[in-house]
């Protein structure tokens, strides 16, 4: 008989705000648990475990990333630090025997990634980073729908946005406009979803060519605050369109135009709300009798998710791929390290369109 | 005491699909009526007109365009000719003092359209494209919202799309994906719209630089089937970007990002149905506590349009300005001629881009 799965013990590798959201998930997700907070400083980790209700559990604090990843007793860790750490705190985490949640953008570039991807890989550890929306079964429902050759057809453009107005005290302060700290900016923090969106509609398929648009507006450090992009598919002659952004208001579209279909979300990365979620969906839509409207009008497909929010859902199945390692021998799933490999693919070419005077970038 | 405003009298030149919903709406308009109707031989005349319920209304069959438009009682004529005709009819329009409402796109590039216009001019007649959707109530509502610097902010980026599959038979058959009739294509009959869009909410400014991106469809013929750009502002630091089509189904979508606010809507050329509208608006959109939702959700705003649809509201502007040049020695108002100019110009950038391996187009 095989031995009891016990819930995935976590150490949560930096205090960052989302790192509360998190931490309520692995808190939700049935196999997993909040075993230890590392920040720099035991009283950050301390003041976080406070503020987060995790002060009367048992969890374990620490005052350095080291000795959480020294603790025998962390199966796997959640790490939201900074980009520009990931590949020297993501690599020691592999080396420790940790599994990797690693928060989005995985790495600076892909060559980094390629050498996280790698500790993981030798040492046996499972990978995934911290897309969310990948996981809400709204997604899932999405693909079904989009797969459906009569109903949809062939996908022939594809367009997502992902923007917020972080405001002045954010653009001034925030780690993600910081040249030392995140230097993808908007590109790396907002971009990373468009693309991944996108790939994922192209059933992972990676563009033939990649270029930035020339709208590119940079802070006084050169960090991307603003960006637009295009991704194209040569043989299916088909081209996605992507906008990121610091500066403008929320706003998450994903709009999928297929030969006999079409849909869209305005909620793609957080749903407006946690329990439920919608999109849009059209399907054999003509111009009524004189043009003077539409035969069929968008349908609202509305998904429930009352069960775990998806970042919960994330935490369990990532949880469930290390059960899987611990109790039952599996080998660590190579599909999400995949998924990560190409957006970071896609976003380092975005990256040297724009150092090439925004030129085309062949894949 | 200024002498009574008669209702204008428009010649239907040319009895394409689309002449059916325009001349329905010269009916429905308060102060035009269809008086004559051409087409290149009696009996296609007769039938539309018995098609459309004139026959029976005193209405003028003419069997020639020259025909109609040499009848002295004709104000005005409404020509949904192919494309590759209207220089030729419009300018002809003009020298026998007819008033020109002209289909889009109004010309195969700007050099002929700068000859419509200057005809108009020198004629002293009005001309108005027939883009319908610039005189629904709705783009009034749009505009107002947009304009609102606190809720809406500063626009950051646009989106349009504007595409139908006619199916195997329209791309056969079709005068839209004929050379000789309507070399455009795609871009001409669906991109138009976006075009003007896009120039709608940014003011009708004018682009800094237009690139088509390589994603170019085009029939055996070199007509573009489907074709994706994209406009820069340089000093705005904003990027738009369209995807028109014959390919992919059925979409009229219009997205704007602002610094506070977005709007979202997918039925701009042609709403779902007549008798009101609606547009998706969000303002102030945060995440909420936790990143688990939104502060806020798009509001609906809907706009009643039971009045006139926007086709009948296109021509009683149109005639209120002819009647004005009538009856009350008003000049032809140039500012429709300025929208449609603008468009070409656009359009005449994208073709050049695409003819010269998508490279930026300066305006």
Known sequence: MAQESKPIRFGIMG????????SRAITMSPNSTVYAIASRSVEKAKQFASKNGYSDTGVMI???????????LVDA????????????????????????LLEKPTALNVTELHRILEACRSNGVQFMDGSMWYHHPRTAKIKEMLSDSKLFGQVKSIYSSSSYNGGQGFLENNVRVKPDLDSLGALGDAGWYCIG????????KLPTTVTALPSLVRNSDGVILSCIASMHWEKEQLVATFFCSFLAHETMDLSIYGSNGSLHLEDLIIPYEETSASFQYTSGAKFAELHIGWNVKPTEVRVDNSGLPQEAR????FAKLIQGIIYSGWLPDQK??????????VLDAVMRSINHGFEPVHM
């Open 15 to 22: 205090c960052a705000e989302i790192a509360r959201k998190v």
């Open 62 to 72: 620490y005052g350095s990333y080291s000795e959480l990843l020294d603790d025998p």
């Open 77 to 100: 860790v959640y790490m939201p630090l900074p980009t520009s750490l990931h590949l020297e705190w993501a690599i020691l985490a592999a080396e420790k025997k940790k599994h990797l």
């Open 197 to 204: 969106a996108i790939l994922w509609a192209m059933n992972n």
């Open 314 to 317: 994330m935490v369990q199945e």
């Open 336 to 345: 999400w390290a995949e998924v990560s490999r190409m957006t970071q693919l």
